[in-house]
T-cell receptor, first 115, second 111 residues
Framework: DAEITQSPRHKITETGRQVTLACHQTWNHNNMFWYRQDLGHGLRLIHYSYGVHDTNKGEVSDGYSVSRSNTEDLPLTLESAASSQTSVYFC??????????????FGPGTRLTVT | GQQVMQIPQYQHVQEGEDFTTYCNSSTTLSNIQWYKQRPGGHPVFLIQLVKSGEVKKQKRLTFQFGEAKKNSSLHITATQTTDVGTYFCAGFEDTGNQFYFGTGTSLTVIP
């Protein structure tokens, strides 16, 4: 069965370190998204991609970067981790069509703690 | 910028009572989706509404999209303990070409 996976599931890192969170989907979806979830803020979009080599900034993109070299993967990099980036990170993917929007399939999440 | 607000933030109900969460956008949406997230889990898609004034039902769940396409609601009839979780709306705005998630409503059902 197709799925979307994230790794690691839990990560503790120190302030200032570079961290990369992996997201891999086998749905063959063109669209992929990264969100962070914090109490009182719901899900906030960090970056998204509508296809290979396409990346776009979401509403909270500062301090984060992504690259899309193939259909299956969209790794999220924290250039220099800060305590404010302690959060639960969700990756999602969806089909694409210029006329229709589709449901997003979410991964299990990565809980990141920056000390 | 675009904002999608949900109320209430928290709701505690006795099992068997009804529950409603409201989603309001600062701008017109082309469509809206609803997701449910169980405690400790990830969001799972429930439904998408596209047309102005659209109403859809899934068993005890009723979803509405406002006439002006700026608000939506999810109503659960006779809640059960399996309804526990956080319900999110996600509005798609054409100009931003992305979904904006609401802040979510956390539902607790007391047996």
């Amino acid at each position: 069965d197709a799925e979307i996976t994230q790794s690691p599931r839990h990560k503790i890192t120190e302030t200032g370190r570079q961290v990369t969170l992996a997201c891999h989907q086998t749905w063959n979806h063109n669209n992929m998204f990264w969100y962070r979830q914090d109490l009182g803020h719901g899900l906030r979009l960090i970056h998204y991609s509508y296809g290979v080599h396409d990346t776009n900034k979401g509403e909270v993109s500062d301090g984060y970067s992504v690259s899309r070299s193939n259909t299956e993967d969209l790794p999220l990099t924290l250039e220099s981790a800060a305590s404010s980036q302690t959060s639960v990170y969700f990756c999602a993917s969806s089909e694409s069509n210029s006329l229709v929007t589709y449901e997003q399939y979410f991964g299990p999440g990565t809980r990141l703690t920056v000390t | 910028g675009q904002q999608v607000m949900q109320i209430p933030q928290y709701q505690h109900v006795q099992e068997g009572e009804d529950f409603t969460t409201y989603c309001n956008s600062s701008t017109t949406l082309s469509n809206i989706q609803w997701y449910k997230q169980r405690p400790g889990g990830h969001p799972v898609f429930l439904i998408q509404l596209v047309k102005s004034g659209e109403v859809k039902k899934q068993k005890r769940l009723t979803f509405q999209f406002g006439e002006a396409k700026k608000n939506s609601s999810l109503h659960i009839t006779a809640t059960q303990t399996t309804d526990v979780g956080t319900y999110f709306c996600a509005g798609f705005e054409d100009t931003g070409n992305q979904f904006y998630f609401g802040t979510g409503t956390s539902l607790t059902v007391i047996p």
